[in-house]
């Protein structure tokens, strides 16, 4: 206790001998607000992994910038193309204008309409309906590699879709319901066994979805039962047509073991049934009732260096094609020295052959024959990509891919009471390597520039030997050897926005009737877009500025030179 006594009065007089020194020197008021704190020196650096390491690489990020709606037609020629996707009624700034419509007429009778408006219930409750109306109404040149006296077409290929999308978030879990109708007409090319086709489709979807990362388990789950009816079968038989109903089922949880991994298993079952038909005499089936079911399980790691999906595509089918297949699903990518990536993919699985991937490959198709799922083997591919500098990404990579029961078209002919010639549509397996280059650069939101270009080299079984000693293999006439891409988007004035677009895709089979190639396809495409008032701006857009011939579809040209304009709507 003495000593403890004797330490405190030392401490006490050495503090008093302090004080009374400070107090004698001369007071500098240059230091009254100047705080010196010094913090004991800690050899241990808190997460030193993390010093000097950059965050993850995203491939082809995009600066943020102002939210604005779409204001570009969709392509004349390319109207018969991939179905529409539904608006999900997400929004990417909470800012934006709830309200957009847009419509514009052209030469060919090019008809562009849209309209958009998200109602915002409540906080938690979301409303999203949606509209769209495209297409074309024009006379239209044949090839004219078909006879040598030229022949007309008047050709028409309208297009509606419409959406509504219903998102509540609960605490832990969003609910989104969801309605789709889809409408094509168009009519056939002349001497054909059809005139006319409507394709109509619609569908019921339910979603769950988990929110809450506190959760041991996120998940995903939704069903949906989608209905599609075409008028005119696929069949030589009279004009009847046949219905396609399916229920699709899928679901996906996953578990996280630390920070950094994961494990998940996906599963997808789709329930087929076809409205029976009848095919000459006899009855044939060309679409079977069927089930499918895939499962995926797989594991995720993502750190500083690396980001690994491993898993694998497991698929079963009851009746439809082979039983069971299996194909990898692996994405390495390792990410070093700033903003470089080696990557490594691997992939695989069902595509199943539904009425509406069918529209998506050609709408203008009369299948004959049985129809089963396409699967893909496998697509792989490695790769290098970087962003040497802000702005700047370019992306090197070399593939393979294999394709079982690989759709391809073919010209068909019935002679009789329902004469007429139509494209006809068979599968075969088909091999091909690739190589090629991607390139995009942004500076601010006054330019950007986008092209890519990649080589094909295909192969298939089972090809055709002419009798005039010309080796030819239908399953490759409408393959790519080339395609090549170009992007252009300027901003001269902020009220100004100018674009260029070109695509190019050069096929190397040569074609039955000619023992020539088809034409390539040269798309020039210039765009404008002008913003008058606030929320108000006019566009126009222009396809095919060189007036070259081709076509996208087997024996079905495209617009000449074509443009829609009008204007636009925000609010």
């Known amino acids: 206790m003495k000593r403890n006594h004797y330490i405190f009065l030392g401490m006490a007089f050495i503090a008093l001998s302090s004080t009374a020194q400070a107090q004698t020197q001369p007071k500098d ?20 992994s993390k010093v000097n390491v950059l965050p993850k690489v995203e491939e082809l990020a995009v600066n943020k910038k102002e939210v604005e709606y779409a204001i570009s037609s969709t392509p004349a020629s390319d109207i018969p193309a991939g179905t529409m996707q539904a608006y999900t009624g997400k929004e990417t700034q909470p800012v934006s ?19 958009n408006y998200l109602f915002r219930l409540s906080g938690r409750d979301k409303l999203n309906v949606n509209f769209n109306m495209t297409g074309m109404n024009s006379t239209l ?17 309208y297009r509606t879709r419409a959406n509504v999308d219903y998102l509540h978030q609960f605490g832990r879990i969003d609910l989104n319901v969801a309605g789709h109708f889809g409408l094509s007409n168009f009519n056939y090319r002349p001497a054909s066994i059809f005139n006319k086709q409507k394709f109509t489709s619609g569908d019921m979807h339910v979603g769950l979805k988990s929110t809450d990362e506190t959760l041991p388990l996120q998940f995903r789950a939704e069903t949906n039962l989608m209905l599609y009816n075409r008028q005119q079968s696929y069949t030589m038989a009279d004009n009847v ?30 329930n087929l049934l076809y409205d029976p038909r009848q095919m000459g005499d006899s009855k044939e089936t060309l679409f079977e009732n069927r089930t499918t079911v895939n499962l995926n399980p797989y594991y995720e790691l993502s750190n500083d260096s690396w980001r690994l999906h491993i898993g694998a595509n497991v698929d079963f089918s009851f009746k439809g094609g082979k039983s069971f297949y299996a194909s990898p699903d692996i994405d390495i990518d390792y990410v070093f020295s700033d903003s470089y990536v ?9 595509m199943l052959n539904d009425f509406r991937r069918l ?11 049985l129809i089963t799922d396409t699967y893909e083997q496998l697509n792989a591919r490695i790769g290098f990509k970087a962003s040497p500098v802000t702005g700047l990404w370019f992306n090197l990579f070399g593939g393979y891919q294999n394709l079982k029961n690989d759709l391809y078209p073919f010209l068909n002919e019935i002679s009789g009471g329902h004469s007429g010639v139509f494209t006809d549509y068979a599968q075969t397996n088909s091999y091909n390597f690739q190589a090629g280059a991607q390139l995009s650069y942004a500076y601010k939101d006054l330019f950007s520039f986008s092209a890519d270009a990649t080589y094909y080299h295909w192969d298939a079984d089972d090809p055709s030997i002419d009798s ?21 988007e300027a901003r001269p004035i902020p009220a100004l926005l100018l674009n260029i677009g070109y695509q190019y895709i050069y096929r190397g089979e040569p074609y039955f009737f000619t023992k020539e190639k088809l034409p390539a396809v040269s798309n020039l495409s210039l765009g404008v877009t002008y913003h008058l008032f606030k929320g108000i701006s006019i566009y126009a857009k222009a ?22 304009g009008g204007l636009s709507f925000q609010f």
Do not use: H
């Open 342 to 350: 080696l990557y490594a993919q691997a992939t695989g699985g069902r």
């Open 468 to 488: 005039e000693t010309v080796n030819y293999n239908e399953a490759l006439l409408m393959k790519p050897q080339c395609k090549l891409g170009l992007q252009a």
């Open 29 to 48: 008021t240059t230091l009254n607000r100047t705080v010196i704190v010094e913090q004991e020196y800690n050899p241990i650096i808190m997460d030193a």
């Open 97 to 115: 204008k709830p309200g957009y419509v847009r419509l514009g007429y052209g030469n060919d009778n090019n008809l562009d309409a849209y309209a």
């Open 241 to 270: 047509g046949v219905t396609e109903t399916m229920i699709r089922t899928k679901a996906d949880v996953t578990g996280a073991i630390n920070e950094e991994q994961l494990i998940g298993i996906a599963a997808e079952m789709n």
């Open 359 to 369: 529209e998506q490959v050609n709408p203008y198709a009369c299948f004959s024959n």
């Open 141 to 157: 040149d044949m090839p004219s590699y078909r006879t040598s006296k030229p022949y007309k077409w008047d050709a028409f290929y």
């Open 543 to 564: 396809d095919n500025i060189l007036n070259k011939e081709y076509q996208y579809y087997l024996d079905y040209p495209t617009q000449g030179i074509n443009f829609v």
